[in-house]
């Protein structure tokens, strides 16, 4: 596994281009994250997730880079999604009390403005904590400040 | 940046884990099939998608490995909501006549089931064409042939 | 009360248009079948719900009249939110055992086509009974076919 | 016309509980206000909105009365979208400069609560707004202050 490892770097290294080196950077980058920081995640390392917690609120900031975009060059819909969802997935579980967590039954996403720049942010809030469910908005922001897109979401509470 | 890189990938190799190489191998195949085949983006290229059309439908399968877990160990919703909105705009995108294209503008996910198993496979539907939006609709199955997720999008015709 | 609806009929005859009369008309016959046929609703008589159950799909009709629109004259999206929600519910209720009924927890409505013509048809479909919610979609027709909104929702199964 | 309906209104009061009396006395004041003060709509006066415009919100008030309710009792769901469409319509078009209005495109509800006591307030403010559309969220609230339900829409602005 190893060796082949090494021949697959080399590889690349040989026919990509800046782009494609600066991305393998930043992929390996993040697993060596997740091996140095024993992140739970792979994507976490990956993206390179910063997450801060308030009170009720739950921030995880991204690099925006060529790896995350789609075929138009912007942030893909589903990154954004993936950064809202963990962000708002954190804080339900950062609310309930120990031996509970929650899992997504429910994601709507309002695609507001293209997401470019140089990093993605979002903030996730509490709409409502109930016995079974929470409901959990996000916003995502660009740089620049730009919102670029609205989220709300049903988490379940399992033991 | 050449060296950088073998150097990254060393560090990793001496204290990543059986499971953080081939999480490494995955990565780095995923680029090298960028570079390659011309994919579009990484995201497509690392997350190994195969891509079918038929008439009216979109198909994008993915194998399934820790890369994109949460830490519940199941495909993380943000991963599941990327493969389904790259299906569901990919058929929006095969739809349009030459000139135009798609974005989307809202998407909503209903998670059924975890997705765990071999492999993860969506498959997009038209529910409305009209001249400045459509709405599409996308399931993902696991490999068991359970459904895990059910989506709706509108998608923004642009030029 | 009973002289006070005499008089409050009569100024409405007095002073209302054609519309506003056979507005009355359609309102107090809704009432009057909620009475005779024991209906469970107001809002059931009120709008001249027809419905139907087939194996897995529940069918309501409605009459569209100006009762029901909106100020552009075409039926409240409201309206339609109704009435899907209704078939969807009722259908959600009727696949389960006895004892246990159904709740809307979630509804995600896109709107098509506007709602015109002589009245409005309801489908609701299953698209995943589980143990703890049933997601059901819910299309809506005009009756010269044309789709006008598309809907899913996330039901909870209560005792 | 005039004669059938005065008819119509006898049947019912010598069928009719208190409840359906009390309903038709709702029903009947609902038209008397459209056609007293001209609302625009009959659904406007029939659940006796109150609406008032702040500077970035609008919010809508009805009395809660077994009319709207459904056969649990509570706030019939469509009854409760049918407030949250109105005032987040009502929003988008009083921002639009004259000449331009809006039609729900989306709406998203997350039920939260059972709509009981007296009245039923929704309150709608803008998440963005743009060229092409706008993002509007609403909250109901019950009359002990309790949320009932959170949502989002996509509005399109049309001439």
Redesign the interface.
């Given at each position: 596994?190893?060796d082949?490892?090494?021949q697959?770097?080399e590889?690349?290294?040989e026919?990509?281009?800046?782009d494609?080196?600066?991305?393998?950077?930043t992929?390996?980058?993040g697993?060596?994250k997740?091996?140095?920081y024993k992140r739970?995640?792979?994507?976490d390392g990956?993206l390179h997730m910063e997450r801060t917690f308030d009170k009720d609120t739950c921030e995880i900031s991204i690099p925006i880079n060529?790896?995350?975009?789609?075929?138009?060059n912007i942030v893909?819909?589903?990154?954004t999604?993936?950064?809202?969802?963990?962000a708002m997935?954190s804080l339900a579980n950062y609310l309930l009390p120990e031996g509970f967590?929650a899992?997504?039954?429910?994601?709507?996403?309002?695609?507001?403005?293209p997401g470019i720049g140089d990093s993605l942010r979002c903030k996730a809030e509490v709409?409502?904590q109930?016995s079974?469910?929470l409901?959990i908005?996000g916003e995502a922001f660009r740089s620049d400040g730009k919102?670029i897109a609205?989220a709300?979401g049903?988490f379940?509470i399992i033991k």
């Amino acid at each position: 596994m190893k060796d082949e490892l090494r021949q697959l770097l080399e590889s690349c290294i040989e026919n990509g281009t800046d782009d494609d080196l600066n991305a393998l950077s930043t992929l390996i980058k993040g697993v060596q994250k997740k091996i140095t920081y024993k992140r739970s995640t792979f994507i976490d390392g990956i993206l390179h997730m910063e997450r801060t917690f308030d009170k009720d609120t739950c921030e995880i900031s991204i690099p925006i880079n060529p790896i995350i975009n789609n075929n138009l060059n912007i942030v893909h819909g589903g990154i954004t999604a993936t950064v809202l969802d963990t962000a708002m997935g954190s804080l339900a579980n950062y609310l309930l009390p120990e031996g509970f967590g929650a899992v997504t039954n429910q994601l709507n996403i309002h695609y507001i403005a293209p997401g470019i720049g140089d990093s993605l942010r979002c903030k996730a809030e509490v709409v409502h904590q109930g016995s079974k469910t929470l409901v959990i908005s996000g916003e995502a922001f660009r740089s620049d400040g730009k919102k670029i897109a609205y989220a709300t979401g049903t988490f379940f509470i399992i033991k």
